[in-house]
């Protein structure tokens, strides 16, 4: 393989690491660093979504006691029943929709027009909830009734248009519904296990015919730079958000998405 492509699997996947829990849209950096390095080794975005996994097994590592906790003591145990379905229905109206519309997604939304409009849109969005300051109603996932979990995976189903953010979705539709801020971070990560794994499982099964083994490598080696510095990057935005709100990120999105939206434009 050449060593070229070696290190923009790297660059792509610790940028995939670094972004795909800040509400700023992993998909959309990717997307945008893949054209500024001239990365298009394997077609379709396969690549971006499958090293998703990489940072879905970081979360597993870092929260693995909680996880193991939940599903250990899931037969006699109200709150990690009450966890458990909360994720699963959310999950199961996110999956819905995006199995759905998948081909027009795919075909008519993975565009740098759409990924701008998205960005802004989208910060634009973050402000306004942050300057709303909505009242708590949550302060565990385990609080959270059927209604909000359904709302919530409506909400986080938004994310399938790039540019959204999916942890930006989660959030900022966790924070509408009433989650404390580190409640809505929290139920972010968790609900991407299985919306990331399910995602990605599908659109490598749906573009399969479009892989071989060199292909294969290239996603190893993406997936073990986004799982590293997705360690560093989830322990950083738990501090962070404990300390701070969303505004620099909204900030941020609104930015990168004009300084994208005039280069289109030139």
């Not at 989208?122 to 709303?132: L, S």
């Not at 009734?145 to 938004?158: E, M, P, R, V, Y």
């Amino acid at each position: 393989m050449d060593l070229q492509i070696f290190f923009k699997a790297i660059i792509l996947g610790i940028l995939e690491g670094l972004t795909e829990f800040l509400p700023i849209s992993s998909t959309a950096h990717l997307i945008i660093a893949s054209k500024i390095i001239n990365f298009n080794e394997i077609e379709n975005h396969i690549f971006e979504i499958a090293i998703q996994l990489g940072a879905i097994l970081a979360v597993i590592c870092l929260y693995h006691r909680k996880i193991i906790k939940i599903i250990t003591t899931l037969p006699n145990n109200r709150n990690s029943q009450q966890f458990t379905l909360n994720i699963l229905i959310a999950f199961s109206i996110t999956a819905t929709i995006g199995f759905l519309l998948y081909p027009i997604i795919k075909t008519h939304f993975f565009s740098l027009k759409i990924i701008v409009i998205s960005l802004i849109l989208g910060g634009i969005a973050f402000i306004i909830i942050e300057k709303a300051q909505i009242s708590t109603k949550f302060t565990k996932i385990e609080e959270i009734n059927s209604k909000t979990a359904i709302l919530l995976g409506l909400l986080q189903s938004l994310a399938i248009i790039p540019g959204t953010s999916r942890s930006g979705a989660t959030i900022m539709g966790g924070l509408l519904l009433g989650m404390k801020r580190e409640i809505a971070t929290e139920i972010s990560f968790f609900l991407a296990l299985p919306t990331i794994f399910a995602a990605t499982l599908y659109d490598l099964y749906k573009n399969y015919h479009a892989l071989n083994m060199d292909h294969l490598f290239i996603i190893i080696i993406g997936f073990i730079s986004a799982f590293l510095s997705s360690l560093i990057i989830i322990k950083w935005f738990i501090n962070f958000i404990s300390k701070n709100n969303f505004t620099i990120f909204a900030y941020y999105r609104i930015i990168i998405g004009t300084i994208l939206g005039i280069y289109l434009i030139l």
